[in-house]
């Protein structure tokens, strides 16, 4: 993640709306192509176990991780002008905690494709590209890769992070504002008004229901000027209130680093199980998707 990746509180510029667009369409053409890749690698294993979670674990989740990335940029497109309904951001959430889990759950199950393959019989919370006791089944390509300092990064101080909270603890949201700090004291004092009304509504409503009625409406009235207040988030978070506060995320730019780093380990995978096992390399033609 860069730092420029957007203004949190404002959006994003013209020139990045244009990239995440344009990546958005790579990944799309790639995710294809892993496909392919994916399936021919199944057809080559030579345990029936190894193939069961290439095909219903690995196979499936590359297009889980591709549709709710999808789900995430049609519900909420960078560019969007309209201010985001508590709703829309519960929709888009939804879809985050999808992508999240599928994401980590790939890796766990090339693993499980190369434990079995190579004819391990490990417990299962002894699988994981990243855990000791599996590693030495990965074919020497795939372990290099994953022991890159990169790869420890992301997977340990994120990518395990958010999917184990979000699995166990508290789950990835989006908040559905983001205030300057002009707009935040704004928000606070109607915020503070609208209670105060409310409270006297309630007090006075049996003595004088036509008053009542009155200070509703004003309630109310703040209400609807507390929504116009703000901007879509760009962030995405789990807690900021926990004992060691997760830092939250630029939502858009780090779906599209996620998908693209799940179709480089899915290729990273191809290409060392091939190399480790002498199977012949496939070269499939570049695949283009509308």
Not at 50 to 58: D, K, M
Not at 177 to 199: C, D, G, M, N, V
Not at 257 to 283: Q, T
Request: with cysteine; hydrophobic share 40%.
């Amino acid at each position: 993640m860069t730092e420029d990746a957007g203004d949190a509180s404002r959006g994003y510029s013209t020139e990045q709306i244009s990239q995440f667009e344009k990546r958005l369409q790579e990944l799309r053409n790639e995710t294809a192509g892993v496909q392919l890749i994916s399936h021919d690698l199944s057809q080559l294993l030579t345990k029936g176990r190894a193939r069961v979670y290439a095909n219903e674990g690995v196979g499936r989740r590359i297009k889980l991780i591709a549709r709710s990335a999808e789900n995430v940029f049609k519900s909420y497109p960078p560019g969007v002008a309209e201010l985001m309904t508590p709703e829309d951001c519960d929709d888009v959430a939804i879809q985050l905690h999808a992508f999240a889990i599928n994401v980590y759950a790939i890796l766990d199950n090339i693993a499980w494709v190369c434990m079995l393959e190579a004819g391990g019989d490990l417990p299962p919370l002894k699988v994981g590209l990243f855990k000791q006791s599996c590693q030495p089944y990965l074919p020497p390509d795939l372990l290099a890769y994953v022991q890159q300092d990169s790869a420890k990064e992301w997977f340990n101080q994120y990518g395990k992070v958010y999917r184990d909270s979000t699995a166990h603890r508290i789950p990835i949201y989006l908040p559905s504002r983001a205030y300057t700090p002009e707009e935040s004291k704004q928000f606070t004092e109607l915020h503070t008004r609208s209670h105060q009304l409310l409270i006297e509504a309630s007090q006075i409503m049996v003595q004088d229901r036509v008053r009542g009625l009155e200070l509703l409406d004003a309630h109310e009235a703040l209400l609807r000027q507390k929504e116009h207040i703000g901007s879509n988030s760009l962030l995405v978070a789990l807690s900021l209130n926990e004992q060691t506060p997760i830092p939250p995320v630029y939502m858009h730019p780090q779906i599209l680093c996620d998908w693209g780093l799940a179709n480089e380990v899915v290729r990273k995978f191809d290409n060392a199980m091939r190399k480790h096992y002498g199977w012949p390399i496939r070269n499939f033609p570049q695949v283009v998707v509308s």
